[in-house]
């Protein structure tokens, strides 16, 4: 599979880092997406299921990682559970849009980097404003020690999280990764209306598949080689279990 110079140095950092369930559930991923590349010439639904499988490997090496450092709330996350694997990634696609509003909004863009000037290299976070502070960057240590609130209060993206659902016709989070979470089933079972048979993957579905394992070993770079408990990653898991109902939505805002 091609990669830019940019991921294969992430990958890099990745294969550097000490043995762990969560940097074998990452190796297990790039290697599921090798193997969906190669099944592209011959068997599309293995294909197309290599490649979910992929993106599903990278969702449970983010969870084992939360584990591994013992977050708060971490305890409750299933990283063999079908549909949590699933929401992981719509969860933080949805999230991604707060970024992009601030981007579109007050010019602020956020940049990941790779600082090769220490003698280990690792990803980095860099904070940009092109009105505001156009010859300088922000960068966060660690990269995501910081909190998104409104007010006082810690963003919950629950709009983020309805504002996807709704995109998708249907009526909230949780019925939304439950679609997505079966659609895997479909490629590989037969029910009343048939049997699977897919004709063709279009390039930009694959394409995707490999961007999401690829985001989410990016959220994996930023998060595993610090032992502090960043506010950012504790906050985005305070919202995720809200989002799975498996927690109160407690002193979040509820609407922001």
């Known amino acids: 599979m091609d990669f830019t110079d940019f991921e294969k140095e992430a990958i890099n950092i990745l294969d550097g880092m000490p043995k762990s369930r969560s940097r074998n559930c990452f190796r ?14 011959f068997d599309l639904e293995m294909a197309a299921f290599r490649a979910i499988t992929a ?3 990278a969702a449970s090496g983010l969870m084992y990682c939360l584990k591994e450092l013992n977050y708060p709330g971490a305890e409750k996350l299933n990283p063999r559970h079908h549909t949590q694997k699933n929401a992981v990634t719509a969860f ?11 981007q579109i ?15 280990k290299p690792m990803l980095g976070l860099a904070i940009k404003n092109s009105i505001y502070f156009p ?15 409104t007010g006082e209060k810690a963003r919950s993206f629950a709009p983020y999280l309805a504002e996807l659902a709704s995109k998708h016709n249907e009526r909230d989070f949780q019925s939304h990764i439950e679609r997505i979470a079966n659609y895997r089933n479909k490629l590989l079972y037969a029910d009343e209306t048939g049997f699977p048979m897919i004709k063709d993957i279009p390039s930009a579905a694959v394409e995707q598949w490999k961007n999401h394992v690829l985001s989410l070993l990016y959220g994996y770079l930023l998060i595993k080689p610090y032992k502090e408990h960043q506010l950012f990653v504790s906050q985005l898991l305070s919202c995720f279990l809200v989002a799975l109902q498996k927690v109160p939505i407690g002193d979040l805002h509820p609407d922001s």
């Open 28 to 41: 297990s991923a790039l290697r599921h997406l090798e193997k969906s590349q190669l099944l592209l010439n």
């Open 105 to 119: 909004e007050h010019q602020f863009e956020f940049v990941l980097e790779i600082n090769k000037h220490d003698p």
């Open 135 to 149: 010859d300088h960057k922000m960068r966060p240590e660690p990269p995501l020690g910081f909190i998104a609130t």
């Open 55 to 57: 993106e599903e490997e």
């Open 92 to 102: 933080l696609k949805a999230v991604a849009n707060m970024p992009a509003e601030l």
